[in-house]
C-alpha cells in the first residue's frame, strides 16, 4: 500500500472515496418497492372502475356505429357502383346463397364482380363461402341485387380486440396518472326548513289550533333547532385532465345532524298531513311523546340524525399558485343513499314531534362546494379547507308539505400520495 | 440498458429500469451515504430514502448534467437532511478529544486502504466530517456548504481545518499517512 505524504490529503480523500464499494442488504430495495410501486389494491380498483367506464363509453360507441350500419333484415339490397365503394369502411360478413333467379341482370353481376376485387368467377358468387361485403352508409334501391330472405348478416368488428386492448391500454394510463385522495373533517350540520300551516294543501288534526301553530303560519317560525356537530370521511380517485382542472370521484360518508328542542309530554296522536298529489291525500298518525317548543320543565333535545353514504363527482379547478402550494376551488355533486336515518318530524298542526320512518326520502341528491389551499409536504400533498354541502332534494317525501333540506359546513383536510 | 433508456424507463416508472437503475448505483451511494452515516443501519436508511426521492423526482432530472451527478446530488442533500435532524452542524469539538478516537478495525491489516480511510472520516464527529466530505470529497464550496447545512461560510472553513487536523492525525497514527520531517520535529516534545 502506498503510504500519501501529510500535504497529499485531500489527494488521498479524492481518490480513495470511489474506490469502495458497498452493496445494501435486501431490505432496502424491498422497502424502495414498496414506497415507489403504486398500492396495488387502490391501482387494481382504480384501473378496474376507468376500465368499466372506458369499455362501457367504447361499446356504446360502438352499438351506435352498428345499428347505423345494419342493414335491415330480409332482403337485401346493394347498390355496388364505384361512387360509394370505400374500402376503409367496416366489413360485414355475408353468408348464404344469393339466388341466380332473383338477379333479373346479369349485368349487375359483372359490376356487383368487378366491385369486389376477390371475387373471381360468377360461379364464386353461389357458393356458401363468406363474401367480404363492405357496409355502405346509404342503402339505396336503384340498382340492386337481391339477396335471399336467410342470409345471415354478422359484424364481424375486425378491430375489436385491437379496440379493448386500447382500452386496456388506456385504463392502464389513466390509472397510473389518477391517484387517490382520502379525507375527513368535521362539520356543522344544520338546515333549512319551510312550509306553512295552511289548511288548503294538508290536513290537520284536532290539534291544529295548538299554541304553536296560532301564532306561528311558518314552521320556520314554530321550530327550535341548533346545529350540531357531524362527521364526514371519503376518499376520491382524482385525475387531472390540464394543468387547472382535475376531475374526482370516490365514496364518502356522512354522518349528519342537528338538534330540536322539545318538551315531554303524555303520548299524544301526532298527524302528518299529506300533499293532495293528485291521488288524494291521507293523514298519517304517529304517537308522540314530544311536545313542540321547550318549556323549561320536561325540556329535552332531540338529535335528528342521518349517516349517509354519497358518490361525489366533479371538478377541482386551481386558481391561483405553484404545483407545491396553491388554492383551488372545488365542485361536486353527490348522489347519496341515506343508509339510517333517526329523525324527527314535526306534525303538520306544527305540535308534536315524531318519527314516521315512511316519510324519509332514501335517495337524496347534495351538492358540495369546496375552497382548499393544498400544499406539498414530504411524498403526501394535503388539502386544507372549509366545505359547504347542500341537500338538493328535500329530507322527506313531497307529500309531507314541511320541507327540509340539510346543509352541512366542515373542514375539510385530504391527503394524497404525490408518487 | 444505455444511461437513457434507463432514464426513459425510470420515468415511465418501469419496475424493470427502476431497479436496473438501483443497482447501478446503490453500491456507490451507499458508500457516499455510509461516509456521513454513523453506522451501517443509518446509511442504509439514508440510501432507502434518498431512491424514494430519485424515483419520485426523476422526471425533474433535466438532463443538463450527467445522470450519476444528478442522484450523487440528490442523495447527498438527503444525507444531509437526514443528519439535521439530529445533528446541529455548528457544534465544535476539543481537539484534543480527537486522540482518543479509535478505529476497531487498527489490527486488521488485511483491510483495504480506501476502507480504511473512509472509517477513519467516520470517526471524525458528525459536523466535522460533513464538511470534510462535502469540502474535499464533493467538491462543493465553503459558500455553498454554509447554504446546505445553514452555518456561516467562515465556520465551514473552521470545521474544515479542524476536521482535516483530526483526519491526519488518525490517517498518521493508521500508517496511511506520514509526516514530514520537519513537521516531525514540532511534534516532538522537549526533552526527547
Known sequence: MRRYNIDELEELLKDKSDQYLMYPSDRVWKNI???????????IVSAFVVFLLAAGFSVLLNEQKISKYTPPSGQLAYQLT???????????????????????????????????????????????HPLQLPVLPKIELTKNLLVERNIRIKNKRPGFIESISNVIEKAKQIG??????????????????????????????????????????????????????GFMVGAALRYPISKNITIQAGLQANYHRYQIEASRGLPEIATYGMNNLGFGAYPINAVSNY?????????????????????????????????????????????????NSSAYLISTNLRNYAKAPNLNRRWNINTGLEANINFEKGNYKWTVGPQLRYQLLHSFTEKYPIKENLYDIGLRVGIMKTF | MTEEVLL????????????????????????????????????????????????????????KGSLEGWILRTVIHTCINHLKKYKKFNENVDLLHAGNLTSNE???????????????????????????????????????????????????????????????????????????????????????
Open chain 1, 82 to 128: 364505384e361512387n360509394n365503394w370505400k374500402t376503409d369502411l367496416p366489413l360485414v360478413e355475408i353468408t348464404g346463397r344469393i339466388s341466380n333467379r332473383n338477379i333479373s341482370n346479369r349485368n349487375e353481376i359483372q359490376s356487383f364482380r368487378s366491385a369486389i376485387p376477390s371475387i373471381q368467377s360468377e360461379e364464386s358468387i353461389f357458393t356458401e
Open chain 1, 291 to 339: 311536545v313542540n317548543g321547550n318549556n323549561y320543565t320536561a325540556g329535552v333535545s332531540l338529535s335528528n340524525e342521518r349517516f349517509m353514504i354519497s358518490m361525489p363527482i366533479g371538478f377541482d379547478y386551481k386558481v391561483i399558485g405553484s404545483k407545491k402550494l396553491n388554492f383551488s376551488i372545488a365542485s361536486t355533486i353527490q348522489p347519496t343513499y341515506i343508509l
Open chain 1, 176 to 229: 397510473k396518472q389518477a391517484k387517490w385522495q382520502i379525507y375527513f373533517g368535521p362539520n356543522i350540520g344544520y338546515r333549512a326548513l319551510n312550509g306553512y300551516s295552511s289548511t288548503t294543501n294538508y290536513l290537520y288534526n284536532s290539534y291544529a289550533y295548538s299554541t304553536n301553530s296560532l301564532f306561528a303560519r311558518n314552521v320556520k317560525d314554530a321550530v327550535i333547532h341548533k346545529p350540531a356537530v
Open chain 1, 33 to 43: 418497492q414498496k414506497n415507489i410501486q403504486p398500492n396495488q389494491t387502490f391501482t
Open chain 2, 8 to 63: 426513459r424507463g425510470c420515468q415511465q416508472r418501469d419496475p424493470i429500469a427502476q431497479q436496473e437503475l438501483y443497482q447501478r448505483f446503490s453500491p456507490k451511494m451507499l458508500t457516499v451515504c455510509y461516509r456521513y452515516a454513523k453506522s451501517r443501519e443509518d446509511a442504509e436508511d439514508m440510501l432507502q430514502e434518498g431512491f424514494i426521492k430519485i424515483f419520485t423526482q426523476i422526471n425533474q432530472f433535466e438532463q
Open chain 2, 106 to 192: 487498527d489490527y486488521l491489516p488485511g483491510l483495504l486502504q480506501a476502507k480504511q480511510i473512509i472509517e477513519c472520516i467516520r470517526q471524525l464527529p458528525v459536523g466535522y466530517r460533513t464538511v470534510l466530505n462535502l469540502y474535499a470529497i464533493e467538491g462543493y464550496s465553503h459558500r455553498e456548504i454554509g447554504k446546505l447545512l445553514d452555518i456561516e461560510e467562515s465556520t465551514s472553513r473552521s470545521q474544515y481545518t479542524r476536521a482535516k487536523m483530526m483526519l491526519e492525525e488518525i490517517l498518521i497514527r493508521k500508517n496511511i499517512l506520514h509526516q514530514k520531517q520537519e513537521q516531525k520535529k514540532w511534534l516532538v516534545p522537549v526533552g526527547n
